[in-house]
């Protein structure tokens, strides 16, 4: 697979966990549908109450919306 500068891509993004306060969104992106992924990430995203400096609990109104986008978590590599 070879990267090449302005070739469109196909980026796909789900939530790959979600916790008592926290969500994992995970991404990768192909160069061509249906090959290997060229690049693959997770970012924790964690609900920060700035004023208590402390994070706040998901609310079940909030986990059934995330949950809408729920997947497999990224393979690791061994």
Known sequence: MRFVPYQPFLATLWLS???RSSFTVAAEI??????HPAVTWECVNVLWDHATQTSW???DS???DLERY???PLPTRG
């Not at 192909?30 to 090959?35: K, L, M, P, T």
């Open 30 to 35: 192909r160069v061509q549908e249906g090959g």
């Open 57 to 59: 609990p998901i609310t």
């Open 17 to 19: 966990r979600i916790g």
């Open 62 to 64: 909030v986990r059934a």
């Open 70 to 72: 729920l997947g497999d």
